[in-house]
């Protein structure tokens, strides 16, 4: 059984100007994707077979990736359950000229090892700590499996949730799109840093409408998957700004697949974005006035600013423990 420091793998990428989105940085959306593939592959390797994404702690951007710069992102195994695992991930960005190198973001990702079908399916291989700080990561990520056992309970009601709340606010944007064969990544299910690439495309569509101005992606709140995309689906992506600042803001934005054959909807996910305003400088620069009015903004704005109280608090913490 192998040890967490035997489960490393390194995956590692030039930024070329394909992957950026304004001012020559790299896209959010474009960055979570390679982590969820990095994620992936260690996963799947580990379990020896296909797994799937099924929760994502928070994702906060520390440090701007620039075009022609190298990203190296680091995976592990921290934890391995029946049927599911948790990942680590840690991204870091180097300057080829100077080898200046930045952590960028780091998180932790849930996945449960699947049959052809899709089904759960047990893995046999675990994780054995080989000291004290390993233990602790060990530890800390079976605390994180436990907690998420409450959401997946719910999974099957959130999947049948296709309300939007995102229809009660005034700032908002509704696209649709149809899933390829070319978004998937297994079978006929879509690969989900694909989906992820998507929500971040439609929120930040939305963030530069409202500041009529470049946005860069911020951070990604806890994300809960509830229902798989298949191929022929058709993703509706429903957002709504819920929170103005200073010089940033958030878009909630909610994921339904629909089944062309039956009609079916599915809630997929909730997502939660945060923006930042940036100049042609790449400044910061101030965003428009915003306040709710309805009750129903005014909620959904509350709740906002306690997402934005946790991460602040949670950058502190990565920020503090940062060597680079």
């Not at 948790?86 to 960005?93: A, D, K």
């Not at 998420?148 to 309970?153: E, H, K």
């Not at 010089?247 to 934005?253: A, H, N, T, W």
């Not at 306040?291 to 906002?304: M, N, Q, S, V, Y």
Request: charged share 30%; glycine share 6%; proline share 3%.
């Amino acid at each position: 059984m192998p040890s967490i420091a035997e489960t490393k793998r390194q995956t590692i990428s030039f930024v070329f100007p394909e992957h950026v989105s304004v001012n020559n940085r790299l896209s959010g959306g474009r960055l979570m994707d390679w982590i969820m593939q990095t994620a992936t592959i260690n996963s799947s390797l580990i379990s020896r077979g296909i797994t799937v994404l099924g929760a994502t702690d928070s994702i906060d951007f520390i440090n701007p990736v620039m075009v022609g710069e190298i990203v190296t992102l680091e995976s592990w195994v921290e934890y391995i359950g029946s049927s599911s695992m948790e990942i680590g991930v840690e991204v870091f960005s180097e300057n080829p000229e100077t080898g200046n190198k930045k952590l960028t973001t780091s998180s932790h990702l849930a996945f449960v090892a699947v049959d052809e079908e899709g089904k759960p399916r047990k893995i046999t291989e675990k994780i054995t700590p080989s000291n004290s700080e390993e233990m602790a990561i060990y530890s800390e990520a079976k605390k994180r499996k436990d907690e998420r056992l409450a959401q997946v309970a719910k999974r099957d009601n959130q999947a049948r949730n296709i309300i939007d709340e995102t229809e009660i606010v005034r700032e908002r944007l509704e696209t649709t799109k149809v899933v390829l064969p070319e978004d998937t990544f297994h079978g006929d299910f879509m690969a989900v840093g694909k989906l992820i690439m998507d929500i971040d495309q439609a929120a930040s569509i939305l963030a530069m409408r409202f500041v009529k101005g470049l946005m860069i992606t911020g951070s990604l709140d806890d994300l809960y998957f509830y229902s798989p995309i298949k191929i022929g689906d058709i993703i509706t992506f429903k957002a709504g700004i819920t929170y103005v600042g200073q010089s940033s803001l958030e878009v909630g934005i909610k994921v339904l697949s629909e089944n062309i054959m039956s009609g079916e909807q599915r809630h997929t996910c909730t997502a939660f974005l945060s923006f930042v305003h940036i100049g042609e400088d790449g400044s910061v620069k101030s965003v428009p006035e915003f306040d709710p009015e309805t009750p129903e903004e005014k909620r959904l704005w509350r709740k906002a600013q306690e997402r934005k109280t946790f991460r602040s608090e949670r950058v502190k913490e990565i920020k503090s423990n940062d060597e680079y």
